[in-house]
């Protein structure tokens, strides 16, 4: 057996990084709750555990080796990685998104109003919500941890932050009725859907590695 379903979710994720598809899939917590067991995880949330543990070994017995274990990287090297895998991208991928939120919401905004204008709120409150928690990160947050600080309040902080991000990220789920598509969208609509989901799963895993990988170690440091 890969994982031992009586580890917390959070853990199981930092030792096995494929496991967050299946978190996601199943809407499990691992990024800033996730501290209780697998096993009383899924009686909590009335999920199958044998399922959920065939699934786990399906995703992670082909490709365990492929995935990086960043709690054994440095820390230099794990910041480099969460600026170029995370950070990097969401600055292309925000503005991006937001056009499409803007075009989604102007042509089928009628069909259903409230959710239109929720989802493009929504979006919109997490976009500016990011944008400055990177800025505080890059030039606040990780060159205190470069510099063997454990950066304090600002540690703090971002941490409440996360939380934020989480409840807004599990806002625009509701909204969007889990992200499902109705036959007759359009593909700007699709698309939009899917980078929305997109967004949420890679916020999930870079908070994740954040939260439980990152600032653990500065705070033995
Ligand atoms: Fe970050
Ligand atoms: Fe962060």
Not at 147 to 168: C, D, F, K, P, R
Request: with cysteine; proline share 5%; hydrophobic share 40%.
């Amino acid at each position: 057996m890969i994982v031992d379903p009586a580890m917390p979710v959070a853990d199981i994720a930092t030792r096995h990084p494929l496991a967050t598809r299946v978190f996601s899939r199943h809407g499990l917590d691992f990024c800033c709750g996730g501290h209780e067991p697998l096993a009383e995880t899924c009686v909590e949330k009335d999920l199958d555990l044998d399922q959920l543990m065939a699934e786990l070994e399906a995703e992670l017995g082909a490709s365990e080796d492929s995935e990086r274990r960043w709690d054994q990287a440095s820390t230099p090297e794990l910041i480099a990685h969460i600026i170029s895998f995370y950070h990097e991208p969401l600055r292309e991928e925000l503005p991006r998104l937001e056009l499409m939120a803007k075009k989604v919401q102007r042509v089928h905004g009628d069909k259903d109003p409230a959710m239109f204008d929720g989802m493009l709120a929504t979006f919109l409150a997490i976009q500016a919500d990011i944008s400055q928690h990177l800025d505080v990160e890059e030039q606040t947050l990780f060159p205190a941890f470069l510099a063997g600080s454990n950066g304090g309040e600002t540690m703090q902080s971002i941490e409440a932050e996360h939380v934020e991000l989480g409840v807004l990220l599990r806002d625009l789920r509701t909204l969007t009725k889990d992200y499902v598509v109705p036959e007759e969208a359009c593909n700007t609509w699709r698309g939009q859907w899917f980078g929305l989901e997109e967004l949420e799963g890679a916020m999930h895993r870079h908070i994740h590695l954040e939260n439980h990988v990152l600032h653990p170690r500065m705070l033995k440091a």
